[in-house]
Each structure stands twice: as C-alpha cells, then as structure tokens.
C-alpha cells in the first residue's frame, strides 16, 4: 500500500502532491490494477491534511482513469502508468544508465546531471509540444 | 446569503457585534457577517485580540450577540433571543482557549464527566486522543502540565462527537508530534461523521493544510472569509515594473520597492496580465498575511484622519456554494 | 468510579438521560444508589465537602453520647438527682455543644456555600459545563441539590440527636435549666440547625454566583449569615402572638410566677386603677415591694409549646430570603448562559 509523504515547503499544492504520488507508484508498479488505495480517512490520519484535500485528489485521480471507487469497499487501481520501457530491464533504461556514466566520465557532478536533464525535460516538454518522433531521437 | 438555505451552514453571522462591560464597553466583534457551510474545516486566523475567541465564546453560547445575530445549524441566537439553546448544546463541542477542567478529579473523572453529561459520548475516541499523550487514567487534573490538560480538554471535546466543533488554539501547548497526531484523529473523525470544525491559530501557516475555509479576523472585524480555494482562485500576486500602470483588479496590498511593484490582486482579469507583469496563485499565508496588513493599514489610515471605520473597504468575502 | 469501567466504549447508560431530551429515562426501581449523569458530577464535586461533613457531624454525635454516658455513668452511678450531675451536663450543652451546633450554619455558608458556584467561575470550569450536552439551569439545579441534601441529612442527624439529649439530659429535669428559648439554645434546637444550614448553603452559593471570588465570597457569606442570625434573634419574639401568663397574687417577695420554661418577653404590676405597669417603674423609684403596695401582676410570654410554630415561622422566613437569593442566581445563570 502507498504511504504519501506531504512536503509543505515544496510551493506544490498539497492535492497535486498526492496524485503525483500515485502517479509516480502506478509508474513504479508499486501499485497495480487491482490494488486498493488507502482510505481518505486512512490518508487524513496519517497526514493530517484536510479530507476534502484527499477527496480532490482522488477525484482527480478518477477522473484520469487510473482509479475508481467501489462503494463500501474503497477506491481500486484500474490501470496502470508502469511503461515497459521504463521497467529495470528495459532499452530506454540501460540506454540512459549508460548517458549517465558517460556524463560522470566527462567530469559532471549529481547536480550538473541533474540540471542537464531538467534543462532537457523542460525543452523536449515544453507547453505546446507534442511528444512525438523527434528527427534527432536516434542521433 | 438567502440564496442558500440555513441548514447548508452550520455557523452564520448576520451583522453580529459583541462588547463586553456594558452598553459603553468596547467592542470585540462587530458588523459580522460570514457564514460556514456544514462540513466544512475552518480556520479563524488573525492576530491575538482580533475577536477569535469571542467569536468561539458566541458560537459555543457562552454568551449572547450584542447586536445582530448568530445562526447555528439555522438557529439563531441574538441579543433577546435564546433559539433552541438547549438542544443546540448536544450539538455543539468546545475547547476553550484556556483548557478549564476540574483540577481535582482525575483524568478518569474527566472522561466520565464527558460520558455522564453527553449522550452521543464516543469513549473509545476520547481514549484515541489521550493515549497520544500516554496520561495515566488516575493522574490528578492538577498535576498535569500544560499540552496533557490540553490534550485532555480536546478529548473532552471531540469524545462529545458534536457535529459542531470548536477548537480555540488547540495547538498552543501541543509538541510538534502531537499536533500532527491530533491533527490526524481530528480530520479523520471529522471525515467520518461530517463534521463542521471551527479551529483557531494565530500562527497562519500552522493550519494550511488543515483547513479548506477560512475566516479571518482583525480588530473585531472579518476581514476575509470563504473557502480557501475559491479564495486563493479570486486572488493574485503580481509583479512587474513600477512605472507601469498596475493590472486591473482591487489590490489587497501593493508595494513599490526600488523600480519593481508586488502586490496581491483582488478579482484580476482571467486572462494573464501583459507581458512584463507576472503574476501566480498566492499561497493562503500569503493571502492571509497580505490582508492582515492591508487591514492593518487601512486601521491606522483611520485613525489618522479620524475616518468613521464604515468608511474602510468591506471585507472579502466569498460565497461557498457546495 | 472504577478505572475499569472507562476502558470500553461507553455503554448507553440510563443515566445520561439528563442530558437529551430525546434520550428516554429508564430507570430500573430497584437499583443500588449510584449517581449518573448530571447528580453524578455534583456528586463527585461534593465528595470532599461530603467527607468533611460526614466526619464532622458523627465526631460531634461521638462527642454527645460519650458526654451522655460519662455523666450517667459517673455522676449519675453515685446520685441520679445530684446537682453535680445537672451542673456537669447543663455546662457540657451550654458551653460546648450549643455554641457548637450554633456556629456549624455560619461554616457550612462560608467553606461549602460560598465556593460552590465562585469555584467555578474562578477555574473557569462553568463554562466546561456548559459547553456539555446539558441545560445550564438543569445543571445549577443538581449542582445545588447534591450538597443540599448531604447538608440536610447529616445536620438533620446531629440536630435529632442533640436535640434529644438535649431534652433527656438537660431540659426533662425538674426544675428544668437551660430554658428553650435562651440565647444559644434556641438556635441549637429541633429544625432550627438544619434550617440555618440550608439557608446558609443557599445565601453563601448565592454570592459566590455573584462575586465570583472564593476569597471574596466566603468572608461576605460569614458575615451574611452571621448578621442574619443577629437580625432573626432580634425579631423572632414576634414571630407569634404573646400569651398572657397566668398570674397571681403571692408574697410580697415573689410577685409572679414564670411559667415553666417560657420566655417572658414583659411583665409588671397592675396598679389599683387597673393599669398595667412594666417591672422597669420599680427601677424608676416606684416603691414595688413593700407590703403596702403589693400589687397583682401581669406577663406576656412565649410558653414552650411556642418552640416548634416559633421554628417553623423561622424556618419559613429562612425559606423565603434563600428562595429569593437562588431565584436571582437561577435568573443570572439563565440570563448568562443561553
């Protein structure tokens, strides 16, 4: 079962902070069809944020599709965003473990890598564009 | 106001003033009106003195409305008017600021007095609320410190299940963990049963993930009330060049520093200001803070030219409607 | 009142029908004493005052019964008439155990009284109360009653027995001493202590409503009670019509006879034209006793069979201000408390 971790500090409001969680454990596999979320009330305990916090983000989760509730027993993962490309054994993975280490061989520290690939997120995901077969992608 | 029917709140202030010591004491709140739908977590924020604990010493009917009047679950109480005092009482949970208990019973005494004066009682959750605190059923009130007669004062409220809670700075003497954890079992109860809670705090930041209304207080008057989305939705802080003519919208606060103006926008246009301006979504501190000291501004700007304080902007205020 | 019972989620006990309206009361008639709801509570806030009470009236029952036997039994076992006896027991009423039971209202006005409702507004624990799912009235009702009714039963069982003794030891002797409507012994008979008591508890409760101040309201409260017992010692020989006393013509030296333990409020001489004289002419230089003019005389007085309708007017008077005193604290509660 996921356990969010709430960053107050992080300016990401708190809503969004639970659905990219559960974003991110759909994408991990840690959470699979099938598996049912915490209860609100289970959330709201633990993090001591407001139900109806909890309740928009599952309502945003629902409205995504990746979730939908069953009344009287919980709400349940419906699909998953685990991409066997980006599973431990896959292509993309081994290529950019390879990137990375090329990168410490030329002399980048953690920070200048990560900086390096946020530069290139932001780029390659910028409002507008459309992820598709870029003419470089292979280059 | 009228568009809604009284029983989707659970508090709603109508013109509500209160001063105490007479007909020629000072007011602590007036020209009140706001109104908090059920179900709702709220905050009241604002400075000591700003009239929260008068507020909380109204809705728990401690006391009567000077003037206007206070409706709870519909019910109003004013001045000469005593609504359905007695069967709004059931209904009604309340931990005053100062935490009174009866210093020579033991905590047990206490638990029992909640279960011997309350007919919706809820032991085991009073139990969940003490044992956070790790009290021992037979220590004396009096010889508890400070967060453990806290801690027991809030059990004492929330082990009453109202549907209405009111908790005057609960937090105050509570260590960080315990905060989190009353937190916790607060929210999740309140989940359960649907419960209206009015919870205090001077410090603004501490409740803001906690509360999703809030109503903020200053020098007796509210200053902003609604729920905080829609609040933080109305507002927005904006920067640019000073030279520049400001965006439209009513400025909350607005500062000149060197050649830059920052300031919180009240009803900005929705679509972005041009270009050189920015503008983002304020925090609630940032809301709050920001109409703190515009309040405070607009008070010492009175007192100043002697201005009658009905001259003063009226407060924001939003209405709810869920 | 045991932890035990706390540890499981409460049960839908009878007694929190105090609080709601809506929750019916059952309650089963045959059942051991033990408080719930509202009496609960103001039970548990007089245990302390309860005890002290309690230990109080059986030390002073303990101290009259052995007063009782000793004399009986010493000074009784050599001559059951002897004047020893009498002197012994007359002084052991008179000197202890009267002042005793005459003081006993004044403390419970001042030490359970007075805090009972300045308690709680100085702790602040009124309003705890009343943020409980009960009516602040029905709250002040039971909050009164508990300590009034502990009042009521143990000076009630210390007044039967000192009354009694009382009547056995001292009064029933003949001649008797210790008159019934002498000073201290009025006070210390029959319903008198418990209805001082009440009315002290009542008064006392009644200001500590209203200075809300322990430190303040237990010196008023003394002073209050104290001055009305003053007060009613001044008035009570009007509290029934007097009666003519029977009297004769005797010797020159014993113009009239008292009629046994009643109180002579006035008396004199009926001059040959028919008109009657207070005693006090005799001071004023009237030449009273000489056998020349050996006048009738004449007295009103209270006989003893006035003690009891004496006390029951006291009793209704005392009935009347404490009325007075918790309807003005009835009114400022509810006036106070929506």
Request: hydrophobic share 45%; proline share 8%.
């Given at each position: ?63 995504a ?22 599973a431990e ?40 564009l ?6 470089d992608?292979?280059? | ?57 109204l ?39 100062d ?106 930041t ?43 919208g ?38 709050l ?6 309040a ?23 209405e709810?409607?869920? | ?15 929190t ?155 029933r ?33 009644a200001?500590g409503?209203?200075?809300?101040r ?75 006793n ?16 006035h ?32």
């Amino acid at each position: 079962m996921i356990e969010y971790r709430l960053d107050r500090r992080s300016g990401v409001p708190t809503y969004q902070q639970i659905v990219q969680q559960t974003e991110q454990a759909l994408r991990l596999g840690v959470l699979r069809p099938g598996d049912k979320l915490p209860t609100a009330r289970e959330v709201v305990e633990l993090t001591a944020v407001n139900p109806n916090t909890v309740l928009k983000a599952y309502r945003e989760l629902e409205r995504a599709g990746l979730v939908a509730p069953r009344p009287g027993l919980g709400t349940f993962v419906l699909r998953s965003l685990a991409r066997p490309e980006a599973a431990e054994d896959g292509p993309l993975r081994a290529e950019l473990t390879a990137w990375v280490d090329r990168a410490r061989g030329a002399g980048l520290d953690r920070e200048d890598v990560a900086a390096l690939v946020a530069s290139v997120l932001d780029q390659r995901f910028a409002t507008g564009l459309r992820p598709g077969p870029a003419p470089d992608a292979t280059g | 106001m009228e568009k809604l029917t009284d029983d989707q709140f659970a508090v709603q202030a109508v013109g509500l003033g209160k001063r105490f010591g007479g007909a020629t004491g000072p007011w602590a709140l007036r020209h009140c009106d706001f109104a908090v739908p059920t179900g709702r977590i709220c905050g009241v924020m604002g400075p000591n003195g700003a009239g929260k604990s008068t507020l909380f010493a109204l809705a728990a009917m401690l006391c009567a409305p000077s003037e206007g009047e206070l409706r709870l679950f519909g019910s109003p109480l004013t001045p000469d008017g005593r609504g359905d005092g007695d069967g709004l009482r059931a209904r009604i949970g309340f931990a005053a600021q100062d935490k009174p208990l009866y210093r020579s019973f033991t905590v047990a005494d206490t638990l029992r007095m909640g279960r011997e004066l309350n007919p919706s009682w809820n032991q085991a959750l009073a139990e969940r609320v003490l044992r956070l605190a790790e009290l021992k059923q037979d220590a004396k009130v009096g010889s508890l410190s400070g967060g453990q007669r806290s801690r027991l004062a809030l059990a004492l409220a929330i082990g009453k299940q109202p549907e209405l809670l009111l908790l005057d700075e609960p937090l105050a003497d509570l260590d960080p963990l315990v905060r989190h954890d009353l937190l916790g079992v607060l929210l999740s109860d309140a989940a359960d049963r649907g419960t209206t809670v009015l919870i205090s705090s001077h410090t603004l930041t501490e409740l803001e993930e906690v509360v999703d209304h809030v109503l903020l207080l200053h020098s007796g008057r509210v200053r902003l009330a609604g729920g905080v989305d829609e609040l933080l939705d109305a507002h927005r802080l904006v920067s640019g060049p000073a030279d520049l003519e400001r965006p439209p919208g009513e400025a909350v606060e607005w500062r000149v520093t060197g050649r830059r103006a920052t300031g919180l926008l009240h009803h900005p246009d929705p679509a972005p200001p041009p270009a050189p301006w920015t503008q983002e979504r304020p925090r609630l501190d940032e809301l709050l803070l920001a109409h703190l000291r515009g309040a405070a501004a607009g008070h010492a700007q009175n007192a100043d030219t002697g201005a009658p304080t009905t001259d003063r902007p009226s407060p924001v205020t939003s209405e709810a409607a869920s | 009142m045991s932890t035990a019972q706390l540890s499981g989620p409460a049960p839908a006990s009878p007694g929190t029908a105090e609080a709601g309206a809506d929750s019916s009361g059952r309650r089963s008639p045959l059942r051991p004493f033990r408080p719930s709801g509202l009496t609960w509570l103001a039970w548990r806030q007089s245990r302390t005052a309860a005890r002290t009470l309690g230990a109080t009236v059986l030390l002073a029952v303990l101290v009259l019964l052995v007063g009782h036997f000793v004399f009986r039994s010493t000074l009784g076992a050599i001559d059951p008439d002897s004047a020893l006896l009498r002197i012994g027991l007359l002084a052991h009423f008179t000197d202890q155990v009267e002042p005793a039971i005459f003081v006993l209202p004044v403390l419970i006005g001042m030490f359970i009284g007075a805090p009972l409702l300045s308690q709680e507004h100085e702790q602040g624990t009124i309003r705890l109360v009343r943020v409980q799912s009960v009516s602040p009235t029905r709250w002040l009702r039971t909050r009164l009653a508990v300590p009034a009714l502990l009042v009521l039963v143990s000076v009630g069982a210390l007044a039967a027995v000192s009354t009694s003794l009382w009547y056995w030891d001292v009064y029933r002797l003949d001649p008797p001493s210790d008159p019934a409507f002498q000073g201290m012994t009025y006070p210390a008979l029959g319903l008198a202590p418990v209805a001082w008591s009440l009315y002290a508890l009542a008064v006392g409760a009644a200001i500590g409503q209203f200075l809300r101040r322990t430190v303040l309201a237990v010196p008023v409260t003394g002073v209050v009670v104290g001055l009305s017992q003053v007060l009613v010692h001044a008035v009570r020989v009007h509290f029934l019509p007097l009666t003519d006393a029977p009297s004769w013509k005797t010797s020159w030296s014993m113009q009239f006879v008292q009629p046994s333990g009643s109180w002579v409020v006035e008396g004199g001489y009926v001059l040959p034209d028919g008109s009657r004289v207070a005693n006090t002419v005799c001071l004023a230089g009237m030449d009273c006793n000489s056998r020349t003019t050996l006048y009738p005389t004449w007295a009103r007085v209270h006989p003893v069979s006035h003690l009891l309708p004496m006390q029951l007017v006291e009793t209704a008077l005392l009935a009347a201000v404490a009325g007075v005193a918790l309807y003005l604290t009835f009114r400022r509660v509810a006036r106070t408390a929506l």
